[in-house]
């Protein structure tokens, strides 16, 4: 399938730059910048903020306290500010 499309001269250049710096045709990347796109797109399609950061935020178990002595300071500090707070 053949499609047309516009690019601002930045958005151009941008595209030459990235094509000569990856020794790929800029067809090929932008074939790819809009699977990608739209791969992401669609998965997230109807999935809250936590949905999709959940393996980042520890699936909502607490981290254990550090055993180093210098950072359990830094840790119990942080603690104390958030408990003041929240």
């Known amino acids: 399938m053949s499609l047309s499309?516009?690019?601002?001269?930045?958005?151009?250049?941008?595209?030459?730059?990235a094509s000569r710096q990856s020794t790929r045709s800029k067809s090929e990347l932008v074939r790819q910048g809009v699977r990608e796109l739209c791969q992401r797109l669609l998965k997230e399609d109807g999935q809250t903020p936590y949905e999709l950061g959940r393996d980042l935020f520890g699936a909502g178990h607490l981290a254990e306290a550090p055993t180093d002595p210098a950072k359990h300071?830094?840790?119990?500090?942080?603690?104390?500010?958030?408990?003041?707070?929240?």
């Open 5 to 17: 499309v516009r690019f601002t001269p930045e958005e151009e250049a941008l595209l030459e730059a």
């Open 73 to 86: 300071r830094v840790w119990e500090a942080l603690r104390a500010k958030h408990r003041r707070l929240g």
